[in-house]
């Protein structure tokens, strides 16, 4: 049985978070490692022009199904307690887990490699002109070199019809970055990777979604900060 326990959040309203870690299950279960983008990831494609957004995927592991074979292995008690006789009596609801879960060992390898698969179909044929993420060249900026120049990643790609560096994003379990040449050009490319991972059945969590930027900040709250650079009071 997976435990759970509610947690205040925002003052009014509580999150249950449900821990599999408790339950026994993770001693069967093997996930293999994997790695992750670092930091390096992002400015290996950007440089100090670059216009970056932010996308959270919503309900990360709840947006993948867990495998059959382990669904059956995998409940919660839902307890409902008669409140005349709590202590003495209880009622057991028992219901089982269909998809991915917190504290669950193979979960993060699970929705990162489901994730990857869907990058694929989000970038597209990048030699297609009309592809927000089009590059054709890929140009070495090596030390030692004529032109050199210290302000740009070492290996980057080129956009050569529209003469910039190419658009990218890079994901890290749910967080999306984006990069493009232009504030206009940074929006397109939230668009189209926002519709895209809808059209596959992930969630893409708008209401932590701002403008585009400049000004490195935290991720999920550049409406706050979109909204005091405009003067609102909302």
């Avoid at 060249?137 to 003469?163: A, C, F, H, Q």
Wanted: hydrophobic share 35%.
């Amino acid at each position: 049985m997976t435990s759970f326990f509610a947690v205040p959040k925002a003052g009014t309203d509580i999150r249950m978070v449900y821990d599999a870690t408790q339950c026994g299950l993770n001693d069967a279960l093997w996930a293999p490692n994997f790695s992750l983008p670092t930091v390096d990831s992002i400015l290996r494609n950007a440089c100090g022009s670059t216009w970056f957004g932010v996308i959270d995927l919503g309900e990360m592991f709840l947006n993948y199904a867990l495998d059959l074979h382990i669904r059956q292995y995998a409940g919660v008690d839902i307890a409902e307690l008669d409140a005349e006789k709590v202590g003495s009596t209880c009622k057991h609801v028992l219901e089982r887990w269909t998809r991915s879960l917190m504290g669950f060992k193979p979960s993060p390898y699970v929705c990162t490699e489901t994730f990857a698969w869907s990058e694929e179909i989000i970038v597209g044929d990048v030699s297609e002109t009309g592809n927000p993420f089009y590059w054709d060249k890929l140009i070495l900026n090596l030390p030692g070199m004529e032109k050199y120049d210290p302000t740009m990643p070492r290996v980057y790609r080129w956009d050569s019809i529209r003469g910039v560096m190419a658009s990218f994003f890079r994901t890290y379990i749910d967080d999306n970055r984006i990069g493009g040449a232009s504030e206009l050009v940074c929006k397109n490319n939230l668009r189209r990777v926002a519709s895209r991972i809808n059209y596959l059945g992930q969630q893409d969590a708008a209401r932590k979604r701002g403008q585009p930027t400049q000004t490195p900040r935290p991720g999920q709250e550049p409406n706050v900060y979109w909204l005091k650079e405009k003067g609102s009071t909302f």
